[in-house]
């Protein structure tokens, strides 16, 4: 095992039965047999069941394997928008999804304040076909609430909405009547390395991929009809990343075994203890200033000098997130994921509480 | 370690230090760190080096990272073909390539001979952009010599050669002077879990893709300039799957410590005894009828009852391939790789031999 507990939001620490499962599957011959085997096939079944379960996915919602959250904006891009979608960007990843549809020809729009800020409006252009939103902007902490998220489906209905669960699954609860389609990665809040992505989408979003392919390409063997076709056997269209699929659905098995709620009632109570040592800190205060809006599960504070933070914390062994991007110089950002138990970040904040 | 040897032309056997590697990995934080801190950084170098040398990848071509043979097919037609690719197809993979571009709305063309059968000639339609070529259809075992495909580069130099080196490389040699771009995925030669590709790309590509991207979109982070971009500073767009970059590095180097000319050399001596063993059975021939077409990693026998021969080796702990599609009823498939000992494919061969 490796020394350190990295509180960094994605990459993060290894979920503490990854190793455990990444052996079994090499045991059981999962990096060996055909992916079209009755062996393979009931795998994915395992895990799709396990995942369903513990995101509470609603029956007509369909999952497919990717291989990241970029993958993701790609794949949206590319069967789900004709011409133009509409961006609530706030933080580097919601803009990257932005940025995905201009390159991928799209006269698409965005809605961006300051960073951390809160929206004045969800006006969104009768045009867009898609509305882009980040449950939790891994980067800045930025999170809608879940008011929020309904009060833009009931004014768009006619509107596909995805939503960027990265980071949020499986630590944050998330109602998916109330969008169309969702995707993660596994190196955030599932503990694991990165390589997988998984793509959840309703019957809408498969109406209009069809509808998008009749007048253009959606693509080859990641289009949703394809991807659907495959799905429907419990199969994929290539080779997939065979063992992480494995692991992915025992990781999600021992969260449902532990509880779902008790899991999320930690992620709770491990933000309370984060926060309220931000807050007691003379040298730290929340970046995002509206509390509805921060993130339970990936914290971001201001720091006069984060490297006075990194540099302490580090000497025991822990590794805290760096500010993103532009931010790097003024943030200390805190992952809050299953993988941290309650003593670690009762340690780490004892830490950093104790630091000037 | 699994209890079975896998003679399955991809997934395949692991390569003996896979798992050994894969500890290192996960012992050296390779889960959790930054994918842009110098620590990756370095281990994209290492990876690179390692490939470049045992593939002897020339100056001027790009490595970049992908996550299977199905997204370097798809890339490729983003990326590199505007109106018209045209395709030499000889089984099931190839004829895949090709059914990719016409999913993309390209109008590309096809030579296809029956399955396993040589090409009467190389004509290529004049609009064709790029050349798609397999030198190791994996389906059926059929391969291009070096000779053809250095005709087909003479005869076409204003058009880009793609070369699909699933399960040839690093087995054979692949001579990249008469080529523009290379793919292959892990799973196959590499013994390695499936879930990552490589695509090798030279400056012509480059120029390629820029040049349709004048024109239209070529794709978001995984366009050829992106690719570039981030590659040139031995990063990649995305999060990538870090470990098993890690480990293919590993590999590579174990393979040239070995010596690539030694284990090029067991690949010729263990297929010299595979195709004995076939030319002396009774109820097995080979399935390429012209010898010098026949694949030396992907070895394809037609079998009067395969299941005769799947059921006996599998009792003694091994797992023949299946035929590919159409051929499932038809053929036994062996796997000649870097993983698979001398004395394994001895003793496969001896229990073969010993069948009715």
Redesign the interface.
């Given at each position: 095992?490796?020394d350190?507990i990295?509180f960094?939001p994605?990459?993060?620490?290894?979920f503490h039965s990854f190793?455990d499962h990444?052996r079994s599957a090499?045991?059981?011959?999962?990096?060996?047999?055909?992916?079209r085997s009755t062996q393979f096939i009931k795998i994915i079944e395992e895990t799709n069941e396990a995942i369903r379960e513990l995101l509470q996915i609603p029956e007509g919602y369909h999952l497919f394997f990717l291989?990241?959250?970029?993958?993701a904006?790609?794949r949206i891009?590319q069967n789900l928008v004709i011409e133009s979608s509409h961006h609530f960007v706030n933080g580097a990843f919601s803009r990257k999804f932005y940025?995905?549809a201009i390159?991928?020809?799209m006269r698409s729009t965005r809605t961006q304040p300051e960073d951390g800020e809160s929206y004045d409006n969800f006006n969104i252009p009768e045009k867009a076909e898609l509305i882009g939103l980040a449950k939790n902007e891994t980067s800045v902490g930025f999170t809608f609430t879940e008011a929020e998220i309904e009060k833009i489906r009931q004014e768009h209905s006619d509107k596909l909405i995805a939503l960027d669960i990265v980071s949020a699954s499986p630590a944050l609860p998330v109602n998916f009547s109330t969008i169309d389609t969702a995707y993660f990665?596994v190196?955030k809040a599932f503990g694991?390395?990165?390589?997988?992505g998984v793509w959840i989408v309703n019957e809408r979003c498969v109406e209009k991929s069809l509808k998008k392919a009749e007048k253009?390409?959606i693509?080859?063997?990641?289009?949703i009809p394809t991807l659907k076709k495959f799905g429907s056997k419990a199969q994929t269209?290539?080779?997939?990343?065979?063992?992480?699929i494995y692991v992915l659905g025992k990781i999600a098995r021992d969260i449902l075994n532990y509880g779902v709620k008790r899991m999320q009632n930690d992620i709770v109570y491990k933000a309370a203890i984060i926060n309220q040592t931000i807050e007691n800190h003379p040298s730290l205060a929340h970046f995002v200033s509206s509390e509805k809006h921060r993130s339970l599960s990936s914290i971001v504070a201001k720091a006069n000098n984060p490297s006075v933070f990194f540099d302490a914390i580090s000497e025991k062994g822990m590794?805290l997130g760096?500010g993103y991007g532009v931010h790097e110089g003024e943030h200390i950002r805190i992952a809050n994921f299953p993988a941290h138990s309650r003593e670690s970040i009762e340690y780490l904040c004892d830490l950093i509480g104790n630091l000037e």
């Open positions: 095992m490796p350190k990295y960094t994605g990459p993060s620490q290894l190793q990444f090499i045991k059981e011959n999962v990096a060996n047999i055909s992916h291989n990241s959250a970029n993958e904006w790609d891009i940025d995905f390159r991928h020809g990665s190196q694991m390395p990165a390589g997988l253009t390409s693509g080859s063997y990641r289009s269209p290539e080779t997939p990343g065979m063992i992480y590794i760096k």
